[in-house]
T-cell receptor, first 113, second 112 residues
């Protein structure tokens, strides 16, 4: 079964510093990849997605992610974070064979002034 | 434009009681999902549907049932609630498996 691993449960960082949130998944066969963000007491919103083509994907709010098939990774990056980026970030995989949309355990990004 | 609406937003149940959570979407989406969110465990897929009249099991289906009689509605039922089902429940919908999933605001359920 498809699975998603987010190794870092919390990532503290100072404002304007770069950040990388890591995501690995179990198989690159027949999957689509997503990053979602959840602000406190809200539902999830899509940041970006990878379907095919260029391995570098740009999303909203200055985030980008790189698909690495050989390492089965889809890490999220931002060159300079803001206080407003404080939130929980979820990596997700859509399995094209089963139509399941599976999420990782989440990474809480906390940006300090 | 309502998007995905979940009712109720909060509920407290006694062990053994039953209840139904309603998810309604007005975007004509084919796919609908039910998740539970627990601290440190992310979102876990309970059941999902790829179209009206269809349902399938997710990662943690035990203790839950679902129905998708109308395309716009996806119901999640708890026949006999247990404290382990205390959680925040999220519904989501999407056009297909490779398009954005839109989420509701969540239902906070406490089973005592």
């Amino acid at each position: 079964a498809q699975s998603v691993t987010q190794l870092d449960s919390q990532v503290p960082v100072f404002e304007e510093a770069p950040v990388e949130l890591r995501c690995n998944y179990s198989s690159s066969v027949s999957v689509y990849l997503f990053w979602y963000v959840q602000y406190p007491n809200q539902g999830l919103q899509l940041l970006l997605k990878y379907l095919s083509g260029s391995t570098l994907v740009k999303g909203i709010n200055g985030f980008e992610a790189e698909f690495n098939k050989s390492q089965t990774s889809f890490h999220l990056r931002k060159p300079s974070v803001h206080i407003s980026d404080t939130a929980e970030y979820f990596c997700a995989v859509s399995d094209r064979r089963t139509d399941k949309l599976i999420f990782g355990t989440g990474t809480r990004l906390q940006v300090f002034p | 434009n309502a998007g995905v609406t979940q009712t109720p937003k909060f509920r407290v149940l006694k062990t053994g009681q039953s209840m139904t959570l309603l998810c309604a979407q007005d975007m004509n989406h084919e796919y609908m999902y039910w998740y539970r969110q627990d601290p440190g465990m992310g979102l876990r897929l309970i059941h999902y549907s790829v179209g009206e009249g269809t349902t399938a099991k997710g990662e943690v289906p035990d203790g839950y049932n679902v129905s998708r009689l109308k395309k716009q509605n996806f119901l999640l039922g708890l026949e006999s609630a247990a404290p382990s089902q205390t959680s925040v429940y999220f519904c989501a919908s999407s056009w297909t498996e490779n398009t954005e999933a839109f989420f509701g605001q969540g239902t906070r359920l406490t089973v005592v």
